[in-house]
């Protein structure tokens, strides 16, 4: 299993209502530097740990669209996939396009609702290491209609499933080729507001999760779910500046 895996998370980036902002507050939470595209890409960024590309972050681009982290999947054909999406009861928000001598994408809702979008790599391949401290860790799905999510993603990508519990709840353990490449929560309980959307989560390693929720606090973030320690680890919600929401794991060992 690498990245570039079709079918596995192979990428994240955030986009965001202030990039310049959003510069400071993850090169400082996480040790990243900026590598800063030119204005032909809308100012991209490239978050790269050790000089290696781990995220990244762009602008805004529809009106109304909130800060939000998203997850790429590996694929080895966008419009294939486009195509499985809409059989399965999904929708393509944004057509498969090429980003210039870098690769092709797409940005799709599931059948739950939940927003991902898919990666075919070119010359960029997706993140280069994980589950690192400064690294991609793990993707979960948060979705009301575990189910439906399952087959949804089995018809897509061929996804098999080993079903499990956290924290006393039950929890879905997404497969490819018998290695866990990511999670399906339920959306049940009083944490999960009636309004709260379906949505794609993404978890960083850290060393520390409590000093990294309290460092993400005092550069102007907000802790939404305070360390807490699971089997796996301790981990915590956070939210950037801009309202981003994404987790942090610090694991055992």
Same mark, same amino acid.
């Given at each position: 299993?690498?990245?570039?895996?079709?079918?596995?998370?192979?990428?994240?980036?955030?986009?965001? !209502?202030? /990039?310049?902002?959003?510069?400071?507050?993850?090169?400082?939470?996480?040790?990243?530097?900026?590598?800063? !595209?030119?204005?032909?890409?809308?100012?991209? &960024?490239?978050?790269?740990?050790?000089?290696?590309?781990?995220?990244?972050?762009? +602008? /805004?681009?529809?009106?109304?669209? +909130?800060?939000?982290?998203?997850?790429? /999947?590996?694929?080895? #054909?966008?419009?294939?996939?486009?195509?499985?999406?809409?059989?399965? =009861?999904?929708?393509?928000?944004?057509?498969?396009?090429?980003?210039?001598?870098?690769? *092709?994408?797409? !940005?799709?809702?599931?059948?739950?609702?939940? $927003?991902?979008?898919?990666?075919? @790599?070119?010359?960029?391949?997706?993140?280069?290491?994980?589950?690192?401290?400064?690294?991609?860790?793990?993707?979960?799905?948060? &979705?009301? #209609?575990?189910?439906?999510?399952?087959?949804?993603?089995? !018809?897509?990508?061929?996804?098999?499933?080993?079903?499990?519990?956290?924290?006393?709840? +039950?929890?879905?353990?997404?497969?490819?080729?018998? &290695? +866990?490449?990511?999670?399906?929560? %339920?959306?049940?309980?009083?944490?999960? %507001?009636?309004?709260?959307?379906?949505?794609?989560?993404?978890?960083?390693?850290?060393? #520390?999760?409590?000093?990294? $929720?309290?460092?993400?606090?005092?550069?102007?973030?907000?802790?939404?779910? %305070?360390?807490?320690?699971?089997?796996?680890? *301790?981990?915590?919600?956070?939210? #950037?500046?801009?309202? =981003?929401?994404?987790?942090?794991? @610090?694991g055992h060992g």
């Amino acid at each position: 299993m690498t990245a570039s895996t079709p079918g596995s998370p192979t990428w994240v980036d955030l986009a965001t !209502a202030d /990039l310049k902002d959003a510069r400071r507050f993850y090169t400082t939470l996480f040790g990243w530097t900026a590598d800063v !595209a030119g204005a032909e890409y809308g100012g991209y &960024t490239t978050f790269l740990l050790n000089g290696e590309p781990v995220a990244g972050a762009g +602008p /805004l681009y529809g009106e109304g669209q +909130p800060t939000a982290w998203s997850t790429y /999947l590996a694929t080895d #054909d966008a419009d294939a996939v486009a195509a499985r999406v809409e059989a399965a =009861g999904g929708r393509v928000l944004v057509a498969p396009f090429d980003v210039p001598d870098q690769g *092709r994408m797409a !940005a799709f809702l599931d059948s739950g609702g939940a $927003a991902f979008s898919v990666w075919q @790599a070119g010359a960029m391949r997706g993140a280069a290491f994980f589950d690192v401290p400064g690294a991609l860790t793990w993707n979960e799905l948060n &979705t009301r #209609d575990v189910d439906g999510s399952m087959a949804f993603y089995r !018809a897509v990508f061929g996804w098999a499933y080993r079903m499990t519990e956290m924290a006393g709840l +039950p929890y879905v353990v997404a497969k490819l080729h018998e &290695t +866990p490449i990511c999670g399906i929560q %339920p959306m049940i309980g009083d944490e999960w %507001p009636v309004d709260m959307p379906p949505h794609w989560i993404v978890y960083f390693a850290v060393r #520390d999760c409590d000093i990294t $929720a309290q460092h993400a606090a005092g550069l102007g973030g907000r802790v939404l779910h %305070p360390p807490t320690s699971l089997s796996i680890g *301790r981990y915590a919600v956070l939210e #950037d500046p801009q309202g =981003g929401i994404f987790a942090v794991l @610090a694991g055992h060992g």
